[in-house]
């Protein structure tokens, strides 16, 4: 099944950065490159969690070349939805340094009540943030919602959904819900960000369980944006003006 989904662009990945992450970003770009792989987001853990970076290791990313090993680079952050208001644990400011911006639950850094009420009204909320890109690993017994209002929202607020490789082999639950979630976002025609959410470069650009669901659902191959990283890089340069011709990295500080 890999090789009929072999993502070329992986946009949620993490480094040594946040600690229970063992791989360095160019050990990651490495595995890309030998996987063919065009483009990979590195995305550590926004500051709710209890081993993320400090923010300057966002702050800094000026200094990382735009493209290693012949890998594209985004440099990014998975920030942690933190209420029910959708309130993220980073602001405005701080995400303006992040070219790339995932937007996901984790039990760890959230402190009200999981019901499928308060959930879904999260992710109503943060889908109003202009900076976020994607949802993040949203298949989790955790945080139950509600799929199919919540999926309308998604896609009309123009936000990437995420089918999670890591999520659906290591988290309660989100294996069997995703059956039922992504045939809902089928329906929908949700575009899709098929990501592994590597903790390790091993595990880089390697997607076989949610390739094996996509393909059972046969989900329409255009509306998984992985697949072609020039989808990515688009979004990247119409949302931040990010440009992948040069080595120098035009920011916006205000994106559009
Ligand atoms: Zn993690
Ligand atoms: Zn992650």
Redesign the pocket.
Known sequence: MTDILQIRADV?T?TVASTHGYSTINENAAAAQALGMQLLAV?DHGPAMPDAPHVWHFHNYKVLPREIGGIKMLYGV?ANIIDENGTLDMDEHELSFCEWVIASYHLQCVKFERTAELVSQGYRKVCEHPLVDVI?HPTTAMFPFDYESVIKVFRESGKLVEINESSLKWKRGALDNAKIFYALCKKYEVPLALNT?AHYAGLIGRTPLAAQLLHDLDYPRRLIVTLDPEQIMDMAHRKRGISFDSDVKQFEKEPS
């Open positions: 949620h993490h995305t998975e993040g959410d």
